[in-house]
């Protein structure tokens, strides 16, 4: 059964770089019916779509974020990554690593998720 | 602010139905499809309906969607208290280029 699992640094300090890691397990990254992506959620809050990348390198991401962020997959680790910059207490969240399909674009595998906390 | 929207909550008692309404506009709701999720607060979502009406294996047919032009609607019947935790709708916004979630609604059986 494929799973997906968030790692990273639980605190990070404002202005600095976020960096998250997600890799799947139980499946192949490079399926061709998928994009891999992060999605967050602040404490309290609703969810928020961050970005989308296929293994063939098409990419989409959020327009509020796209200046700060950069979305990778490594196939041959099965590892999708979010690099996000300049970071503010606004990007305290838990951020969840999500499978969405090509088709109908609906995210039907979530991670765990991870919560980030931005405090110096 | 959330680019769709829902109830902040809705109630009901156990055994009857509820809807959960979520909002749009021309350029997400209304051309592309929609899905839901459901979340127990402290643990991560989990897809409940997609492409407006359909339900993943495994999820009973309490769980119901719609669609109509710019709103679509969450049905559950027969409300049981497990049913307790938070929905969220969400579809593809095509003038943003990003998906985009409603605010998340907290149902509550009473």
């Known amino acids: 059964q494929l799973q997906l699992q968030e790692s990273g640094p639980g605190l990070v300090k404002p202005s600095e770089t976020l960096s998250l890691t997600c890799t799947v397990s139980?499946?192949?990254?490079?399926?061709?019916?998928?994009?891999w992506g992060w999605i967050r959620q602040p404490p309290g809050n609703g969810l928020e779509w961050i970005a989308s990348?296929?293994?063939?390198?098409?990419?989409y991401r959020n327009p509020s974020l796209k200046s700060r962020l950069i979305i990778s997959i490594d196939t041959p680790t099965n590892q999708l990554s979010l690099r996000l910059s300049s970071v503010t207490a606004a990007d305290t969240a838990v951020y969840y690593c999500?499978?969405?399909?090509?088709?109908?674009?609906?995210?039907?595998?979530w991670g765990q998720g991870t919560l980030v906390t931005v405090s110096s | 602010q959330s680019v769709l929207t829902q109830p902040p909550s809705v109630s009901a008692t156990p055994g009857q139905k509820v809807t959960i309404s979520c909002s749009g506009s021309?350029?997400?709701?209304?051309?592309?499809?929609v899905s839901w999720y459901r979340q127990v607060p402290g643990t991560a979502p989990k897809l409940l309906i997609y492409?407006?009406?359909k339900r993943p294996s495994g999820i009973p047919d309490r769980f119901s969607g719609s669609k109509s032009g710019t709103s679509a609607t969450l049905g559950i019947t027969g409300l049981q208290t497990g049913d307790e935790a938070d929905y969220h709708c969400?579809?593809?916004?095509?003038?943003?280029?990003?998906?985009?979630f409603g605010g998340g609604t907290k149902l509550t059986v009473l």
């Open positions: 492409d407006n009406n």
């Open positions: 021309s350029s997400n709701i209304g051309i592309n499809y």
């Open positions: 990348m296929h293994y063939m390198e098409i990419t």
């Open positions: 999500v499978r969405q399909t090509t088709g109908t674009l609906y995210f039907d595998l």
């Open positions: 969400e579809t593809w916004d095509s003038s943003l280029g990003a998906a985009v």
């Open positions: 139980g499946g192949s990254i490079t399926s061709g019916d998928y994009y």
